[in-house]
């Protein structure tokens, strides 16, 4: 785990921590959060406690299963288009590296270092005519290609600080050479790299190996409970009342309640729950061993993906703009402001799952993706046709740079949000907590600085509706734009499932 910092930078302006702090959801941002506060002196009296829909005293009932960091695997890289998050993977990198222990972060095949090869194709696909504009304050917008080819520039120059791992990336400059580097027979892509130094997590294994250093703490409490609002006064925000009447009280509320955020306080239009496709299919000890070697391989122009199979399980994701799911809420989200009046019908995107909705199917427009993807992949025709075994619609929090939201509230007092994952935190979790704590100390690290702050919100894009008595669509002002998506932006999950003829049900 990276190393806990007792201080604040000297540029930094006093701190006074609060006495307590009241965390909602324990995904990777707050169970990590949890965990750096609970190791800094500076936090000593104060009191810390995680709410989760899931219970942590349940074996097997934590994490919670819906919850993005939950999951068979995930893909720990430093290749980013954008050198501060690569830089930042790269400390992560780190952590997952130890091995040395059986505690070690990365022992125990927590992570593995499989190589990731990273493509994309010269033509992208046309965005479609309707495709949503991108929110303000979006990066001019790449292609997947242009993505690979910064990606490339900034892993090369972390590699050329250590000639050890240079020697671990190359080029691959036409579909032959994928090829031969991904090893199946399959290839994707026109043009790309392999990084010998990325790999994959398993995630649920690494959660509670989390859960694990968090209780070692002895420092934080853990409840059971869904929260269904926010409790506030005039001008601060002061606990969180739970579906079953309970009120947790805290001078601090920090909300890392992942793609339900938008739910419990209104995000003024920056950040927006979609649903991504995954496909998990059985495969056969033979099958295994022949995948034993392949990298972790990712297609930035389709956002298809494909990880190694572990357990004899091959799963099959798509890192897309996602389905939208608009929910009309019983209990409006705290509004931006004390002074904005709640919206009559507040409606946002939040997650569906199958915790939620057991017969919960993927749509047919995705899972067709993802057989695209075995055949470009993994040419085999006894694993193309092969059922999958399960299905899985799983959320991201989506801002339209991609760039986390962690910040103090600006219209409340005693509000802080570690949100909008973008569908790319989880690799950060030995490093992200400690980041959150110097931004909850007022100590944002400078290169996140911008990237992380609540930006201000249009007038017309509050996430629950305006004040102004319309309820406007926040999912129409959010479009991830950071060449890392592919398919179609826009899509609405019940009208996608309503063309679908069911393949399996999503289990999460
Ligand atoms: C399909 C898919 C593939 C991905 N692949 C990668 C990858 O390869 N590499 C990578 O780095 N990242 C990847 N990600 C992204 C990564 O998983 C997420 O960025 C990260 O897990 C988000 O963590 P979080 O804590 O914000 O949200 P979550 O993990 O969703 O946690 C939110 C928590 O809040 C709780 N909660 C919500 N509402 C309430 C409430 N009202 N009351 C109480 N508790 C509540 C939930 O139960 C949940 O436990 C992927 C994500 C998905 C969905």
Not at 186 to 209: F, L, Q, V
Not at 452 to 474: E, F, I, P, T, V
Request: some cysteine.
């Amino acid at each position: 785990m990276a190393s806990s910092s007792t201080s604040l930078p000297p540029s930094a302006s006093p701190f006074s921590p609060p006495s307590s702090i009241l965390i909602v959801g324990s995904g990777v941002f707050g169970l990590s959060t949890a965990l750096a506060l609970a190791r800094r002196h500076v936090f000593a009296r104060c009191s810390i406690t995680v709410v989760d829909r899931s219970d942590p005293s349940q074996p097997g009932a934590f994490p919670s299963p819906d919850a993005a960091s939950v999951d068979t695997s995930r893909i720990v890289r430093a290749d980013y288009a954008d050198p501060a998050y690569a830089a930042l993977a790269d400390e992560a990198q780190a952590e997952w590296r130890k091995q040395d222990t059986p505690a070690s972060l990365g022992a125990q095949g927590r992570y593995n270092e499989t190589g990731l090869l990273l493509v994309g194709d010269a033509t992208p696909p046309e965005p479609p005519a309707a495709a949503a504009p991108a929110g303000e304050g979006s990066k001019p917008k790449l292609t997947g290609l242009d993505y690979v080819r910064m990606s490339w520039a900034n892993v090369s120059s972390l590699a050329a600080k250590n000639p050890e791992l240079a020697a671990r990336v190359q080029e691959l400059p036409d579909p032959d050479a994928i090829r031969a580097a991904l090893g199946t027979g399959g290839s994707s892509g026109s043009w790309g790299y392999i990084n010998k130094n990325s790999g994959w997590a398993d995630a649920t294994a690494s959660m509670a190996w989390l859960l694990d250093q968090v209780q070692q703490t002895r420092r934080v409490d853990f409840v059971a409970g869904t929260v269904v609002s926010l409790e506030h006064d005039e001008t601060t925000v002061t606990g969180a009342k739970l579906s079953d009447g309970r009120v947790l009280s805290a001078d601090l509320v920090i909300v890392a309640a992942g793609a339900w955020t938008g739910g419990l306080v209104d995000l003024g239009g920056q950040a927006v729950a979609t649903g991504q496709v995954l496909g998990y299919i059985d495969i056969t000890e033979a099958e295994q061993e022949k995948l034993a070697n392949m990298p972790v391989v990712l297609n930035l122009s389709t956002g298809l993906f494909i990880i190694p199979p572990t357990d004899r399980v091959l799963k099959i994701a798509r890192h897309a703009y996602g389905y939208i799911n608009p929910v009309t809420l019983p209990h409006p989200p705290l509004p931006l402001s004390p002074t904005h009046p709640p919206p009559a019908n507040p409606t946002v995107s939040l997650p569906r799952t199958s915790l939620i909705d057991s017969n919960l199917s993927i749509p047919a427009e995705g899972a067709a993706d993802l057989r695209r993807a075995l055949r470009e992949m993994i040419p085999w025709p006894a694993l193309c046709s092969r059922p999958f075994r399960r299905t899985r619609l799983c959320w991201y929090s989506d801002t339209a740079t991609g760039d986390f939201l962690i910040d103090y509230h600006p219209g409340w007092r005693g509000l802080f949000v570690a949100t909008g994952d973008s569908g790319h935190a989880f690799k950060f979790l030995p490093v992200i907590g400690d980041k959150i704590a110097d931004c909850i100390a007022g100590a944002c690290p400078p290169e996140f600085r911008a990237k992380w702050a609540w930006k201000a919100a249009s007038a017309s894009a509050s996430a629950a509706g305006s004040g102004s008595g319309s309820d406007s669509l926040a999912w129409s002002t959010v479009v991830t734009e950071d060449g890392s998506r592919g398919g179609t932006p826009g899509l609405v999950l019940a009208d996608e499932l309503a063309k679908s003829p069911k393949e399996v049900p999503a289990h999460d």
